[in-house]
């Protein structure tokens, strides 16, 4: 599979500060979750895709080219930024007709796309006319997302588009970006709210620092820290009992105890082992088991792995 966007020892410096710290990587087609704290680099690496800022050293390419200053590639890119600024007096249909015309659409096709436009992004038509102003939060991250489809680019990069969404507003901005991608569009989101990266994105790029940690599908991530085991959350009768048992079976490495809620999280160290001996053991010892859930697969704890 061909990658779409590669960088190669890429860095941006702010004075002394280092932004972006001599990365590489390479993205393959798809949905790509940027991860990372604040000041990881995201955003700064997100303005060098989108052509906002030229970087210190190394070189970033798009489809093969350089987008600072490169204005037929930026034409293919299609950017949802983090901060709002979408005009408040504006009608939404007035203001992706603008944004239309800008980018050169014929005019004749203006009003369909903008019209089909809206309802892919699932504004409710009772609100067309209203001004933009009057739009909630996540009314206004919808519009936002329709100005980056209004030129139906093959790059679509978005910084933490489902801020002030309600949770069915999530749910229908993943569905969106789902279908987009299955239609062919390359999709870059950069979010903090990692629970709703892992469904969407079939790679991830985990940032701290301005260093790229990691990159690639979560699963191969995960195998690729050596020392990687499984985490198990068991709320119990006994968990002070549950952790000498399973420790003097050799069945877990280590072990937190939440003693006010009664739970116990596993650091156990084969899970075909572990799960082959458990039920017994719970058994023969009397225990109660009330709750088991594995933490390990989650991308919050991927993430917490790997920037220790």
């Known amino acids: ?8 020892e890429l860095s941006r410096w702010y004075g002394y500060i280092a932004g972006l710290n001599h990365i590489s990587f390479a993205l393959e087609p798809g949905i790509t979750g940027f991860v990372g704290p604040n000041g990881a680099g995201k955003s700064t690496l997100i303005q060098i895709i989108t052509g906002q800022l030229r970087p210190s050293s190394g070189s970033l390419t798009v489809f093969g ?3 600072y200053n490169n204005p037929p590639l930026l034409a293919r890119v299609g950017f949802c930024p983090e901060r709002d600024s979408v005009p408040d007096y504006l009608r939404p249909m007035h203001w992706l007709m603008g944004l239309a015309r800008l980018s ?17 992004v699932k504004l409710p038509k009772e609100h067309w006319k209203k001004r933009l ?23 679509l990069v978005l910084d933490e588009p489902m801020n002030g969404l309600d949770p069915m ?12 991608a299955s239609e062919g569009a390359n999709i870059i989101i950069s979010s903090h709210i990692l629970a709703e990266l892992e469904p969407l994105c079939q790679q991830v790029l985990i940032m701290n620092w301005g260093r790229v940690l990691a990159t690639g599908e979560q699963e191969s991530i995960r195998q ?17 009992k549950l952790a000498y048992l399973l420790f003097h079976h050799q069945l877990i490495r280590g072990f937190d105890l939440d003693e006010e809620a009664k739970a116990i999280t596993l650091r156990i160290r084969s899970g075909e082992t572990f799960f082959d001996a458990f039920p017994a053991l719970v058994r023969s010892n009397g225990l109660s088991i009330q709750e088991m859930r594995s933490q390990s697969r989650s991308l919050r704890n991927l993430f917490d792995r790997i920037t220790r």
Do not use: T
Not at 104 to 120: D, F, K, M, T
Not at 135 to 154: C, D, F, N, T, W
């Open 104 to 120: 050169g659409i014929p005019g004749n096709e203006i009003s369909e796309r903008c019209h089909r436009i809206l309802e892919r």
């Open 169 to 180: 507003g999530r749910q229908e901005f993943s569905v969106i970006l789902k279908q987009l």
């Open 1 to 8: 599979m061909k990658e779409y966007i590669q960088a190669v």
């Open 65 to 67: 080219e350089v987008p």
């Open 224 to 240: 690729e820290i050596q020392d990687w085991s499984e985490q198990l959350f068991v709320r119990c009768d006994d968990p002070h």
């Open 133 to 155: 102003k009057q739009y909630s939060k996540g009314m206004r991250q919808r519009v936002k997302l329709a100005q980056a489809l209004i030129h139906e680019p093959e790059l």
